[in-house]
């Protein structure tokens, strides 16, 4: 089995902490801004946000180049009227147009917005309160051996179906890849972390530009089906 030991640093990434793992003031008040605009637009009661918090390898050792800075909002949808179902596909819908249309960066790092029903657990090593300003899970450096030849091996399977759906585009096909990969990555979160097999092919996915593919041939698809000559 080809293994590595997944890169880990020796500090959390300085443009984003100091040497006391606090978080620079700056870049927290420009996060809390973006995170306002967005759920203005998203246009959820603030008293059904529970938190906002900065999670991922930002909030971790394992940061790299290729790192976003991952905030999620953290919703009460019970608060919200509607059935939990319909509010998390139309909040996720919302969330996926803003990353969509927004390219903003923090310290030249991508932001990502998420939003998440509180009720949920939040699968990460490493999770800052950015309205509390301070940790709710603290990160730990640990060395963390992964299999890259099954990572490279499992996210060739995804690339060659979306290669071949970019030859013969259909949005329902696109749709099905889609969620197939998202309930891939649950079961690798739910089962090993944020260090799984399948977490690991997502990141590799998504670092490659495969997602932001996927999300296009959906997109021209859908508005090739509809339209009429």
């Known amino acids: 089995m080809e293994t590595t ?22 870049a927290r008040g420009a ?12 246009d ?5 946000v529970k938190d906002i918090v900065l999670t991922g390898s930002l909030a971790n050792f394992n940061w790299s180049s290729y ?15 509607g059935e939990k179902k319909f509010i998390k596909n139309l909040l996720d819908d919302e969330k996926k147009l803003w990353n969509l249309e927004h390219h903003i960066e923090i310290k030249g ?16 090593s490493g999770v800052f309160s950015l309205l509390q300003n301070k940790w709710v899970k603290t ?11 099954m990572i490279r091996k499992k996210s060739a399977i995804f690339k060659n179906q979306i290669d ?8 329902e096909r696109a749709k099905q890849i889609k969620a197939k990969l998202g309930q891939f990555r649950q079961c690798g979160l739910d089962e090993e972390g944020e260090f799984s097999t399948e977490n690991l092919v997502f990141k ?15 997109l021209e698809a859908f508005d090739d089906e509809m339209s009429l000559e």
């Open 109 to 124: 790092f991508p932001v990502e917005m998420y939003v998440q029903d509180s009720s949920e657990t939040l699968v990460a």
């Open 67 to 81: 790192s976003d800075v991952d905030v999620h909002i953290i919703v009460v949808f019970a608060n919200i009227e």
């Open 139 to 149: 990160p730990t450096r640990k060395n963390v051996v992964i299999d890259m030849k």
């Open 204 to 218: 590799l996915l998504r670092r490659d530009g495969y997602l932001e593919k996927l999300t296009s041939i959906r």
């Open 164 to 171: 071949l759906l970019e030859k013969n585009p259909d949005s």
């Open 5 to 26: 030991t997944f890169k880990i640093q020796k500090t959390l990434n300085s443009k984003l902490w100091d040497e006391n793992s606090e978080l620079d003031s700056e």
């Open 31 to 42: 996060l809390l801004k973006i995170a306002g605009k967005f759920i203005s637009k998203i």
């Open 44 to 48: 959820i009661p603030k008293s059904s």
